[in-house]
C-alpha cells in the first residue's frame, strides 16, 4: 500500500539507477520529520509517470540513500489529455483551491488566461507548482501537470492545440452541456472565464478558432468551481 505521508517527489531521478539520493529537503522530511530509518520502504514518484518502491540504507538527514527495490513506469496513465485554461481569480486562494481539487481529480496541462474582464494580471508560478506537487503525492499520482505561464487570451487562443475546444460562457445562448459534445478518448482544452465571465468578443474569437461553446449545467458557478466541474466531467465521461 502506498502511503501519501511516505510518497517523495524525486523529478531528477528516471528509475535507471539501483541506488539513489533523496534531494536534502526530501533527506530532511524522511529522516527528521518521519524519523526513518535504516530498512524502511518508502515510494518515490518522479512527475513523469514514474513509481518506485525504495529502501532506507543510509538514513542521512540531507542525503538519505536508497536502494530501488521495483519500478513501475508510466504509472496510471490515461488515454486522453486535459488541459484546462482558467482566469485568475480575485481571490488568489480559490485559485489554489482548483489546482489542489483538479490535480487531484486528474489534469495534465493548466494554463492561467488573462482576459478583460480579469480582475487579477499577475499569478505566482513557484507557487502554483508547489500546490500541484502536494496534490499529486497526496492523491498518489505519478504525472505533475504542466503549469504554464499566464497569457493574454488572444495569445493563448492562437498558442494551443486540441482535438476537441470548448469555451464554457454564461450568455443567453443555445449551448450543449458538455458531457453531451466530449468525445471520450481524445485531448480536449477547455476554457473557463473571470468572475466577470469572457466579453463578447473573447467569445467571438474562439469560436472562430475553432472552440464549442458548452454549459457547465444550470447553476452560475464561481470561476474556481466551474472549472472542478469541467475537470471532473471530462475524468468521469472518460471512465
Known sequence: MIKPDKLFYTPAYLGKELNYTLPEEES???????????GETIHLINGKGGLFEAEIINPHPKRCELNILSSVFEFGKRDFYLHIAIAPTKMNERLEWFLEKATEIGIDEITPVICRYSERKEVKLPRMEKIVVAAMKQSVKAYLPIINEACSFEQFIKKFPA????????????KALLQHVYKKGLDVLLLIGPEGDFSTDEVKLAVEYGYTPVSLGMSRLRTETAGVVACHTVNLLNE
Open 28 to 38: 530532511q522530511h524522511a529522516v527528521k520529520v518521519l524519523r526513518m530509518q535504516v
Open 163 to 174: 482535438s476537441q475546444k470548448y469555451i464554457a460562457h454564461c450568455y443567453q445562448e443555445e
